[in-house]
């Protein structure tokens, strides 16, 4: 399968863990993205990707949560001190670029994160 | 700020019957507006529209962006029970890529 895939598919954790999610990114991509959605609402952007350089934070990532993307490849999402309201899909997605044109992206099947 | 509305939010038709889905935009730098379809997993990805007038048609499914009005369509004919499903309308308005997504309509049709 040459898909977006992520890890864990399902978290359940008590509040104030830390967790980690993993997102492989289609190969050819050089994009990647995070974004998190809870019921009933479209996904919201949290963070960004060109290669390896994180060039864009949405202000809905607060100190408590990392990304990091080491060599361009894999990419992973850290939360620290898990907070109830961080319960949510978060979804990865990736997409390749042609001249600065950002194609249409891909995504995976998500992390379901349940914090108790 | 950068805002996208869907509407309805919620429909409920019959099969076979002909359904058109709303997406009003108002962004500051507009790229390109997509169309994904959810059904309890991840989006999957329907249409890309970066040009008005232009219709872009996959099987029983197309879609039109109007770029003066600032809006898009997606029509959807004959509508079977697979196409139950939320479909979400995202706008990129950066260099980044990034996507601003509506609320998502969600789909219900009935046999």
């Known amino acids: 399968d040459t898909g977006v895939s992520q890890n864990p598919r399902h978290k359940i954790t008590k509040r104030g863990q830390n967790v980690t999610f993993r997102c492989d990114p289609i190969s050819e991509h050089n994009r990647l993205y995070w974004y998190r959605q809870t019921l009933g609402q479209g996904p919201e952007f949290l963070t960004y990707f060109q290669n390896e350089a994180q060039l864009e934070k949405s202000r809905l990532l607060s100190d408590r949560f990392s990304a990091e993307r080491p060599k361009g490849s894999f990419s992973t999402l850290e939360i620290q001190r898990t907070e109830q309201g961080d319960s949510a899909m978060y979804l990865c997605?990736?997409?390749?670029?042609?001249?600065?044109?950002?194609?249409?992206?891909?995504f995976g099947p998500g992390t379901r994160l349940t914090v108790t | 700020e950068d805002k996208v509305v869907q509407s309805p939010l919620s429909l409920v038709v019959h099969e076979g019957d002909t359904v058109t889905l709303n997406c009003s935009y108002e962004v500051t730098n507009f790229r390109s507006l997509l169309w994904y379809k959810q059904e309890k997993k991840a989006p999957t990805f329907l249409f890309m529209l970066t040009s008005s007038g232009i219709e872009k048609k996959s099987g029983r499914l197309s879609s039109i962006l109007d770029k003066k009005e600032l809006f898009s369509i997606l029509n959807i004919t004959a509508t079977q029970t697979g196409d139950s499903a939320i479909y979400l309308c995202a706008v990129v308005s950066s260099n980044t890529g990034k996507l601003i997504f509506g609320q998502g309509t969600t789909l219900q049709v009935k046999p």
């Open positions: 997605a990736s997409s390749g670029t042609s001249g600065g044109f950002s194609y249409e992206q891909y």
